[in-house]
């Protein structure tokens, strides 16, 4: 099932995306939080619509916390970037790292990526995200994909010069628009292992990213798990797992973003995620 959000007009409503079309859920929810606490499949109203037309939002448009990310969580990704972080290729963290994605960077599909005037190395980093479905704390490997309830997309943009001064992930990532998700949840029972999917990022058309989450060191279950020790997972929380390689700090020559680019953030089995960048006001 394909869980979106759309602007109705008089705010947000959330929808299922069937073969027909775009049908509303009944009763109307503005909040995909409660479709995803509830869990199967809602009941719609059956009066399918064109999807095109509709202006998407983010899958869940008013996320109750920041996401959670994971950094640097893909082989071939901290092989490209080993010597700028002076540390040999083929040595990769023992634990994942998580940060939080400011809830105030939250973005959607079609939304403008600003190129904000702070930054001359914007870049693009297409990622899997987890959306949590049942709550808990604890959580067991084994146990995780039971607390899932599927996934999306996220472009993860980063100034990647306020990354590198300040020494840390969170500011450099936190900008107004610099969290496009969506463009919409696909359940788990749709995209099979999440740990075997297809991911790519194109900008203007040109693949930049072409990797699969096979390549990452820490597999779903184990970010699930390792984040929830102590910490309490809640329904609809989200949790980017990292990107792939090609990202445009490693490129030779460097390949940063520049207003007019139209980036493309596509997983296998969910969809595509697409954004323009525009300069500032």
Not at 129 to 147: S, Y
Not at 252 to 265: I, M, T
Request: glycine content about 12%.
């Amino acid at each position: 099932m394909k869980l979106l959000t759309y602007e109705a007009g008089n705010g947000p409503r959330a929808a299922v995306l069937t073969g027909a079309g775009v049908e509303d859920i009944v009763p109307e929810t503005p909040d995909a939080t409660d479709i995803v606490v509830s869990g199967g499949r809602p009941e719609t109203n059956g009066k399918p619509r064109p999807l095109d037309g509709l202006k998407l939002l983010g899958p869940i448009a008013r996320p109750h916390r920041s996401p959670f990310a994971v950094g640097l969580n893909y082989k071939r990704h901290a092989d490209e970037t080993a010597e700028r972080r002076g540390v040999p290729k083929g040595v990769y963290p023992e634990q994942p790292s998580f940060f939080c994605k400011w809830l105030g960077s939250y973005n959607h599909h079609e939304g403008d990526i600003v190129h904000h005037p702070y930054t001359d190395q914007l870049d693009y980093e297409g990622e899997l995200v987890i959306v949590i479905g049942r709550g808990g704390i604890n959580i067991p490997k084994a146990l995780a994909l039971d607390h899932i309830y599927g996934y999306t997309v996220m472009n993860e943009v980063t100034a990647r010069e306020i990354q590198s001064v300040q020494k840390q992930r969170f500011k450099g990532k936190a900008m107004d628009t610099f969290g496009p998700v969506g463009p919409w949840i696909v359940t788990k029972d749709e995209t099979g292992d999440a740990n075997r999917l297809g991911i790519v990022t194109r900008v203007n058309g040109e693949v930049r990213q072409n990797s699969n989450t096979s390549d990452m060191i820490f597999d779903v279950e184990t970010i699930v798990s390792i984040l929830s020790q102590g910490l309490t997972l809640e329904p609809g929380d989200m949790i980017a797992t990292g990107t792939p390689e090609g990202v445009g700090v490693a490129m030779r020559p460097q390949g940063f973003l520049k207003a007019g680019d139209v980036v493309e953030c596509e997983v296998e089995k969910i969809g595509v995620l697409r954004n323009r960048v525009v300069a500032p006001d």
